[in-house]
């Protein structure tokens, strides 16, 4: 009879365990099921501010090309004109707060630019490593960047009726100018966006040294680049 006592026993406490805990069990899944309705609906592709991600530093390749051009009248009485540019390198975009932070360039940049009169045809083809840092404000995906640029030139040369020179002392550097950017940031997917900006920059100083035997003026050169970053 104790036998059979402790055996119900036993079995009693064993279901109450079991219900005990399905009970529990079911409490928690009824708990998440509400938690995850409580979730908002998820954003739009390209609503980067509703995720709760936007603070993560954004790296990636850059690609720009362009115009560039001398910012001066003619010093031999000619036209000034453009000439096709290109610039690349790594791009980041560091936030500090949901509508402002700090866009940073670093690449290569090949700048150019063309005088020319009758007699007289004169170019410059100047290869720069740049770096550029720019704080920026952004709404609705939309960047307003504006700040500084360092350039240090690696090569150069400047052809007058087909005599060339490719001294590089004869150029300032550091170079130094303002840069500004207006552009758009796509999400392509939670991990990875397209950004696509105009670019503008302005040199301070002229791109080449006064005792250099030729006066020059500042060049002027505008990009349309584009970069694919990459969520840290």
């Known amino acids: 009879?104790?036998?059979?006592?402790?055996?119900?026993?036993?079995?009693?406490?064993?279901?109450?365990?079991?219900?005990?805990?399905?009970s529990q069990t079911a409490e928690g899944n009824n708990t998440t099921d509400a938690a995850r309705t409580a979730l908002p609906a998820p954003a739009s592709a390209t609503n980067v501010s509703a995720y709760p991600d936007i603070y993560k530093p954004m790296i990636g390749p850059t690609l720009g090309l362009g115009a560039s051009w001398q910012h001066s009248?003619?010093?031999?009485?000619g036209e000034i004109s453009p000439r096709f540019t290109l610039q690349f390198g790594a791009r980041g975009l560091f936030r500090f707060s949901e509508t402002t932070g700090i866009r940073a360039d670093l690449g290569i940049n090949f700048?150019?630019?063309?005088?020319?009169?009758?007699?007289?045809?004169?170019k410059y083809s100047l290869t720069y490593l740049y770096?550029?840092?720019?704080?920026?404000?952004?709404?609705?995906?939309?960047?307003?960047?504006?700040?500084?640029?360092?350039?240090?030139?690696?090569?150069?040369?400047?052809?007058?009726?087909?005599?060339?020179?490719?001294?590089?002392?004869?150029?300032?550097?550091?170079d130094m100018g303002l840069t500004l950017g207006i552009g758009h940031l796509f999400r392509l997917n939670h991990f990875m966006h397209l950004f696509v900006n105009l670019n503008i920059k302005y040199q301070l100083a002229n791109f080449r040294k006064e005792d250099a035997g030729?006066?020059?003026?500042?060049?002027?050169?505008?990009?349309v680049d584009v970069s694919l970053l990459f969520e840290l």
């Open 73 to 77: 009248t003619s010093l031999i009485g």
């Open 1 to 22: 009879m104790q036998k059979k006592i402790s055996l119900s026993l036993v079995i009693f406490i064993m279901l109450f365990l079991q219900v005990s805990l399905w």
């Open 131 to 174: 770096l550029d840092i720019a704080p920026f404000i952004t709404f609705k995906n939309f960047f307003i960047s504006s700040g500084i640029y360092f350039g240090f030139i690696l090569k150069a040369n400047y052809n007058e009726n087909n005599s060339e020179d490719s001294s590089r002392s004869r150029y300032t550097t550091p």
């Open 214 to 223: 030729l006066k020059s003026g500042k060049i002027f050169s505008i990009y």
């Open 111 to 122: 700048l150019g630019t063309k005088d020319e009169n009758s007699t007289t045809l004169r």
